[in-house]
C-alpha cells in the first residue's frame, strides 16, 4: 500500500509541474493553449534519448527543459498574430505535430517502439534509495522550486503585465507597453516546466512510447487548473490533487457498481469527472482555491 500511494504521489508531483506551466499560459495570461502535452513529449524523449546515450542526467535533464521551451517560441510568434480560439487550434495541432514526429522519425525515436531501458533517477545519479523514492523527493523539491519560482514572477512587474493581458490587452498598449515580449517569454516559461515534468516522467517509467502523449493528457491539466483555480499559484497544486485523488479513487467504483466491464469503466470515469467540473462551475465557478472574498 505504501508503494502504490508513493507511485500515485509521483504522478501526481509531475502533472502539477505540467499544470503550473498551464496555469501560467492560461491562469495568468490568458492564452488558449491545447497542446501542453506536447512539450511534456519533448522534454520526455530529449532526457530519454539523451540519457540512454549515456549523457549525464542533470545535463539531460538541462538539455530537455531548453528544448521544450525553445519548441514553444514558434507557438508564442504565432500567439501575437491569432484569436485565442485560432490559437487553442494551432496548439492542439502542434502537440499532435510532435507526436508523428516521435512516430515517424524511427532513426531517432524508435517510433512506434518506444525507447526502453531509460535510467532511472536512483541508478543515473547514484542514490542509495528506490528509484521511486528517489524520484518523489526529487520531484517534491522541484515543485517547490516551480512555485517559488511563479511566486516570484507573478508579483513582478512582468507578472501585473501578464495579468493586463489577460485582463485587458488594449489597454496595456495603451499604456506603451509590447504585450508580444510577454507572451513570448510566458509561452516558453509555462512549456518549460512541462518538459522538466516529461523528464522527470520518462525516467520514472523507464521507458516512452507515442501513446503516452495524447491529448487526453492536455485535458485532465486543464481539469486540474480549472478545479483548483485559474490564475492561482495554489489552485494548481491543490487542483492536481484532486484531479488525482478522483482519478484514483474513481478506480474502486467497480466495487460499488457491479456489472460495468473494465473497458466501459474508463468512459464511466470520464463522466464522473465530467459531472464534478459541472458541478464546480455551478457551486465554485472560480475553482477550490478561487477568490470569493468580493
Do not use: C
Given at each position: 500500500m505504501e508503494g502504490y500511494l508513493l507511485a500515485v504521489g509521483v504522478i501526481a508531483l509531475i502533472y502539477m509541474l505540467m499544470t503550473l506551466g498551464l496555469n501560467l499560459h492560461y491562469g495568468f495570461t490568458g492564452l488558449i493553449n491545447f497542446g501542453h502535452v506536447g512539450f511534456f513529449a519533448v522534454g520526455a524523449y530529449t532526457s530519454a534519448?539523451?540519457?540512454?546515450?549515456?549523457?549525464?542526467?542533470?545535463?539531460?535533464?538541462?538539455?530537455?527543459?531548453?528544448?521544450?521551451?525553445?519548441?514553444?517560441?514558434?507557438?508564442?510568434?504565432?500567439?501575437?498574430?491569432?484569436?485565442?480560439?485560432?490559437?487553442?487550434?494551432?496548439?492542439?495541432?502542434?502537440?499532435?505535430?510532435v507526436r508523428l514526429f516521435i512516430v515517424n522519425e524511427r532513426?531517432?525515436?524508435?517510433?512506434?517502439?518506444?525507447?526502453?531501458?531509460?535510467?532511472?533517477?536512483?541508478?543515473?545519479?547514484?542514490?542509495?534509495?528506490?528509484?521511486?523514492?528517489?524520484?518523489?523527493?526529487?520531484?517534491?523539491?522541484?515543485?517547490?522550486?516551480?512555485?517559488?519560482?511563479?511566486?516570484?514572477?507573478?508579483?513582478?512587474?512582468?507578472?501585473?503585465?501578464?495579468?493586463?493581458?489577460?485582463?485587458?490587452?488594449?489597454?496595456?498598449?495603451?499604456?506603451?507597453?509590447?504585450?508580444?515580449?510577454?507572451?513570448?517569454?510566458?509561452?516558453?516559461?509555462?512549456?518549460?516546466?512541462?518538459?522538466?515534468?516529461?523528464?522527470?516522467?520518462?525516467?520514472?517509467?523507464?521507458?516512452?512510447?507515442?501513446?503516452?502523449?495524447?491529448?487526453?493528457?492536455?485535458?485532465?491539466?486543464w481539469v486540474a487548473m480549472i478545479l483548483g483555480g485559474a490564475g492561482r499559484v495554489s489552485g494548481a497544486a491543490v487542483g492536481t490533487l484532486a484531479l488525482v485523488g478522483f482519478l484514483e479513487g474513481s478506480r474502486f467504483l467497480r466495487d460499488i457498481v457491479p456489472g460495468v466491464a473494465e473497458v466501459e469503466m474508463a468512459s464511466l470515469r470520464l463522466g464522473v469527472v465530467g459531472l464534478a467540473l459541472i458541478l464546480l462551475v455551478i457551486y465554485r465557478p472560480g475553482g477550490i482555491m478561487g477568490d470569493y472574498s468580493s
Open positions: 534519448i539523451l540519457a540512454v546515450h549515456g549523457v549525464w542526467l542533470p545535463l539531460a535533464f538541462l538539455a530537455a527543459v531548453v528544448l521544450a521551451a525553445l519548441s514553444a517560441w514558434p507557438l508564442g510568434v504565432l500567439s501575437l498574430r491569432l484569436r485565442i480560439e485560432y490559437l487553442a487550434i494551432v496548439t492542439l495541432g502542434f502537440s499532435e505535430a532513426w531517432l525515436t524508435n517510433g512506434v517502439q518506444g525507447i526502453p531501458g531509460i535510467p532511472s533517477l536512483s541508478e543515473g545519479l547514484g542514490l542509495p534509495m528506490s528509484a521511486t523514492t528517489a524520484t518523489f523527493i526529487l520531484l517534491v523539491l522541484a515543485n517547490l522550486a516551480a512555485i517559488l519560482v511563479i511566486h516570484r514572477i507573478v508579483k513582478s512587474p512582468f507578472g501585473r503585465a501578464i495579468e493586463a493581458i489577460r485582463d485587458d490587452e488594449e489597454a496595456l498598449r495603451a499604456l506603451g507597453k509590447d504585450p508580444g515580449s510577454f507572451k513570448i517569454r510566458v509561452f516558453m516559461l509555462g512549456a518549460a516546466f512541462a518538459g522538466l515534468g516529461g523528464a522527470f516522467y520518462a525516467h520514472y517509467i523507464t521507458f516512452v512510447t507515442p501513446d503516452q502523449f495524447l491529448p487526453l493528457l492536455t485535458f485532465y491539466i
